[in-house]
């Protein structure tokens, strides 16, 4: 086997290691991802809210 | 301390500290998670006994200690909230919650894809695993409540609540593989001992473990100040703070 070839098959513990990676990879990017599309949309609400009614009260 | 308690601890002090940290927290924690993962997946050796699945180590490991430590800290937060009624106390501890949920998912189902190659067996209700999912439903019952307790300063109150009587577990969690006999092996790292593990996998361990506590700083932040602006919608500060953002 090649040297790729070999690092993709783990000793046979492919499914559980590269699993263990990829859940772990997805968990923790969309975690990140999530409140910065919250505060985007946090931000675009608060300012149509302006555009109503001004910045201040 | 008091003085610093009112700086930082005013809403918009913090929003401003946030946006601020967290991306140097973020850049940090994504340097050492590229180093981490080169370490943990080509420097390292295979081990003796589990040949390459002890790889499985690198993500398991960091994902049950933050379990444990984003959960003290949570219950900390709580806490403040609870005694000095601080409003950026109990925006953390809420911002936590669902990030201490994902480290401790992490840790139960990394453990499972462990666990069938090594143990022969995805789950047992044995000590560690059962008192880790115990965890998981203490983080999910927390987030149950604040969502179910409209009113935030009563939803913080019976959170940290809660979330102090539930540090019980965590001596229990991080003791069990000691007072029990279980699958689960015992404490790879103990304080006054030396490592149970050679330093070609202590080494990319420690890195990943520094890499998922920068990578929590960062994103608990965002999340605290979304709480936070959320909560201070109606503020003049908040109001500004969004009409300097569309100007942008």
């Known amino acids: 086997m090649s040297g790729i070839q070999e690092f993709l098959h783990m000793g046979g513990y492919a499914l559980y290691v590269w699993g263990s990676y990829a859940l772990t990879l997805i968990v923790l990017a969309a975690n990140a991802l999530q409140p910065r599309i919250r505060e985007r949309q946090l931000l675009r609400m608060l300012a149509g809210r302006n555009d109503r009614t001004g910045p201040s009260r | ?248």
């Open chain 2, 1 to 248: 301390m008091f003085t610093f308690l009112h700086k930082y601890g005013s809403p918009q002090h913090f929003y401003r500290l946030s946006r601020g940290l967290a991306p140097w927290f973020g850049g940090a924690s994504a340097l050492l998670f590229a180093a981490g993962l080169y370490g943990a997946l080509l420097l390292s050796p295979p081990d003796y006994q589990q040949g390459e699945g002890v790889r499985i180590i690198y993500v398991h490991v960091p994902s049950a200690w933050m379990s444990l430590m984003v959960y003290v800290i949570m219950a900390a937060a709580g806490g403040v909230g609870l005694i000095w009624k601080v409003k950026v106390a109990d925006a953390f501890a809420r911002a936590s919650a669902p990030l201490g949920a994902a480290f401790t998912f992490l840790a139960l189902a990394t453990g499972s894809l462990w666990g069938k190659p090594m143990w022969g067996t995805w789950w047992v209700w044995d000590a560690r695993l059962t008192s880790e999912l115990i965890l998981l439903f203490l983080y999910l019952g927390y987030m149950a409540l604040q969502t179910a307790i409209e009113d935030r300063r009563t939803a913080a109150r019976a959170g940290a609540v809660l979330a102090l009587v539930g540090l019980v577990n965590i001596p229990i969690i991080h003791f069990s593989v000691l007072w029990w006999s279980t699958l689960h092996q015992g404490p790879t790292l103990r304080p006054f001992a030396p490592p149970a593990i050679h330093m070609s996998m202590l080494v990319p361990l420690m890195v990943m473990a520094v890499a998922f506590m920068l990578y929590f700083a960062a994103v608990v932040l965002v999340r605290t100040r979304n709480e936070l602006l959320e909560l201070e919608r109606n503020s003049n500060w908040a109001r500004e703070l969004a009409a300097e953002e569309a100007a942008r």
